[in-house]
């Protein structure tokens, strides 16, 4: 039995992993099953044991890459940092690794449109919208922004950050319009300061 298990799970992760590769190189319109089942080397039937429609396969390469993406910038950043600066590194690296074009176009491009925006805004919650969350929690009881409800403030800052990720990746220079907007970033954070923190920066 364990056995089986292992291999149902071997099996899934090739889908996820083939799939990934696909919707990230030419995008979930243009893959079909087929090509996930070849990219895996597994059969159709295989793809459909494990998931119901080509849209719950992207849901999972979806949340592969946002786990990956939420991984990354945690292996990037200074949990002994300034926390301003802190949340200020982790928005900056969000948006170098969203450059990524197959990063890009699975989480910003076709993630909106195939997921909705309902579900779509909830699987990056999971990921790095639990980072903003975790990290302006910690500001605060680090004293670095001024106390206030979390969750309110959260939504606010994570649907800013991935609407102008979404708009970066709608423009022709991903990282020019990126730069941009983490300048409105550094802006706001500086603006929720703690009345100390502040007199320090």
């Not at 998931?51 to 992207?58: M, N």
């Not at 849901?59 to 786990?67: L, N, R």
């Not at 949990?79 to 197959?102: Q, V």
């Amino acid at each position: 039995m364990a056995k089986q298990e292992e291999r149902r799970a071997a099996t899934r992760a090739a889908v996820i992993a083939a799939a990934v590769n696909l919707f990230g190189a030419v995008g979930f319109d243009q893959t079909t099953i087929d090509d996930i089942a070849a990219e895996a080397g597994v059969a159709k039937g295989a793809v459909y044991h494990h998931f119901k429609s080509k849209r719950d396969v992207f849901e999972a390469a979806f949340e592969s890459v946002s786990a990956s993406l939420a991984s990354a910038i945690l292996t990037e950043t200074r949990p002994d940092s300034d926390m301003i600066e802190m949340l200020m590194a982790a928005t900056k690296a969000f948006f170098r690794l969203c450059a990524d074009p197959a990063t890009m176009r699975i989480l910003l491009r076709d993630g909106p449109s195939v997921l909705g925006s309902e579900d779509w805004r909830r699987l990056d919650a999971r990921h790095f919208g639990g980072l903003v969350t975790s990290a302006l929690g910690m500001a605060m009881d680090a004293g670095a922004i001024k106390r206030q409800p979390l969750e309110p403030l959260s939504l606010v800052m994570l649907a800013a950050i991935q609407a102008a990720a979404v708009d970066c990746a709608a423009q022709t220079d991903f990282e020019a319009s990126a730069t941009l907007y983490l300048v409105t970033f550094e802006n706001i954070l500086a603006g929720l300061s703690a009345p100390r923190a502040r007199a320090d920066l």
